[in-house]
């Protein structure tokens, strides 16, 4: 063999071990839009797709406002059909009495959302504008915020309403570098591995912030003994049937101990009240998750597991 053929022969073999570590890693990379978001307390990231395709008996068509309706005819999108991908930073309010609340979002969606009517809306609607990177941001006043939206890419659109640019200004430069597979927040970096493989839904760090009132996490109307701070990480996947999955870390085994029992309690009371609920869909699909859910405790984390009925979600 000439040295010709195996310099050619080492060139080829290297460019194949590069291109293998660049599906591997990008295999196990974020999603790009959760990759797109700016520093948050908490990652929401919801892939569209596959639930549609595995719910879409269950799924009943929206009830729309009138006026919802008339924005979907002006923009010309349909987000319940066209949005594929969403993933939503949770900003934690340093005044959560403030005009701003106590979390603020930043949104990353990808699907067909995009267009010259979206943007024609964006343009009358927008109290300002600004250029940044190339891009063109619009202020758009929405319950007292602003929302600022801006259009990064053909299918990909950015909106935030943190009380200042910083964040949707994050989402712009993160998008210059988004096609290197390990970049994104800390918190995907130090959580993101914890998600379960394959899940369609998943949320990260302090998800619980939209849910609390008065210093604790209220779901379906029940009070979890969770802080709002806890760090979660919570996942759905579908193997045959959707497994809800909820992992708290504590800050310490004993910690864990305590928060576990009282889950376990929680659980037992809740299966106590449910059969005196009306016979009703939602209330059935209720009765079948709690039937199947499990809470157990390793170390300083807490994981609390379920079936989730494909009929939980038809009045989505």
Known sequence: MSRRTRRTLLIVAALLVLVALAVFLRSKAPPEAARLLPESDGIIYIDLRPIRAVLHKEL??????????????????????DLDQVAIGLHRMTDPSGPNGPVAYSLVMVG????????????????????????????????GRTVRVAQIGYDTMAASNFPTTEKIHSILDRHRTAAWPLSGSTLLQNHYHDVPLLSLAWGVGQIGLPFSESGSIHIFGLALPLEPDSTIIASLRFTGSLHLRV??????????????????????????????LGANPANNSLKELLETAAVTQHGERVVVTATVPGNFFSGL
């Not at 009943?60 to 059909?81: H, L, M, T, V, W």
């Open 60 to 81: 009943k068509p929206p009830q729309r406002s009138a006026e919802y309706q008339e924005f979907i005819d002006a923009i010309g999108i349909d987000p319940e059909r």
């Open 247 to 276: 992992e708290e870390i504590a800050p310490s085994e004993a910690t864990a101990t305590s928060q576990a029992a009282a889950l376990a309690t929680l659980v037992t009371l809740a299966r106590g009240i449910t059969p005196q």
């Open 112 to 143: 067909k959302i995009t267009g010259q009517r979206m943007n024609a809306w964006l343009d009358a609607h927008a109290t300002s504008r600004e250029t940044y990177d190339g891009q063109t941001i619009y202020s758009i006043p929405s319950e």
